[in-house]
Nanobody, 129 residues
Framework: VQLQASGGGQGQAGDSLRLSCAAS????????MGWFRQAPGKEREFVAA????????YYSDSVKGRFTISRDNAKNTVYLQMDSLKPEDTAVYYC???????????????????????WGQGTQVTVSS
């Protein structure tokens, strides 16, 4: 059972990138999924989360309006569309799953890293000015 993040790379300010998180080993259709990131010298922080149905999404203030999280349960994959990238978005991005989240988990629960049991290996995103 694992999560495999991909799609990272280098870009300039204003560019777009799409990250993917492919889950394998079991169905993740009943898991809440999240994206987190860690910049050099900083703590890992919440970016976005999506409920198992995809009907509820949550974002950090720093990415709201620029990033979009989505999922395709048939493909066991979660995406993070990142638009209008900024240099401060430079970080290693991690996807994570929470199989215990209720459907109406809410933003506080969904942004708490300790609630996620399984983590992917991370993909590097670098944005230059």
């Amino acid at each position: 059972v694992q999560l495999q993040a991909s799609g990272g790379g280098q870009g300039q300010a204003g560019d777009s990138l799409r990250l993917s998180c492919a889950a394998s080993g079991r169905s993740f259709s009943r898991d809440q999924m999240g994206w987190f990131r860690q910049a050099p010298g900083k703590e890992r922080e919440f970016v976005a989360a999506i409920s198992r149905t995809g009907l509820s999404t949550y974002y950090s203030d720093s990415v709201k309006g620029r990033f979009t999280i989505s999922r395709d349960n048939a493909k066991n994959t979660v995406y993070l569309q990142m638009d209008s990238l900024k240099p401060e978005d430079t970080a290693v991005y991690y996807c994570a799953s929470d199989r215990n989240a209720i459907l109406t988990a809410g933003p506080v629960y969904s942004s708490t890293q300790e609630n996620y049991e399984l983590w992917g290996q991370g993909t590097q995103v670098t944005v230059s000015s």
